[in-house]
């Protein structure tokens, strides 16, 4: 199980086993905290992504990447991206991966 995403001071995702998010989320709520659970197709974010990477990796190894047109912030890092960055696969890797820090980004 993992933190999926940091959205705000007050929002966050988790991810996982859906046992163990659930567990999580039922906890939440009994302390009185807003829980909603995402339609998602997989745990992204989690360790669960861990058996796909090297694929995902792989594949994204053979797309062409382009400089942004647009200031972009990262995700992942919350900072400015550049193409040196954001150009290769093992970027996408680690963001599929780690947390999305929304939060992060937006400051």
């Known amino acids: 199980m993992a933190i999926a995403a940091i959205n705000g001071p007050a929002n966050c995702v988790i991810s996982g086993e859906r046992a163990d998010v659930s567990a999580i989320a039922d906890r939440f709520a009994s302390m009185g905290r807003r829980v909603k659970s995402l339609l998602v197709s997989h745990a992204f974010h989690s360790p669960m992504m861990d058996p796909?990477?090297?694929?995902?990796?792989?594949?994204?190894?053979?797309?062409?990447?382009?400089?942004?047109?647009?200031?972009?912030?990262?995700?992942?890092?919350?900072?400015?991206?550049?193409?040196?960055?954001?150009?290769?696969?093992?970027?996408w890797r680690e963001h599929l991966r780690h947390p999305v820090r929304f939060a992060q980004s937006m400051q």
């Open 52 to 91: 796909v990477l090297d694929e995902f990796e792989r594949e994204l190894s053979s797309v062409r990447y382009s400089a942004p047109t647009t200031s972009l912030i990262s995700n992942l890092t919350g900072e400015v991206a550049d193409l040196s960055r954001i150009g290769c696969a093992s970027y």
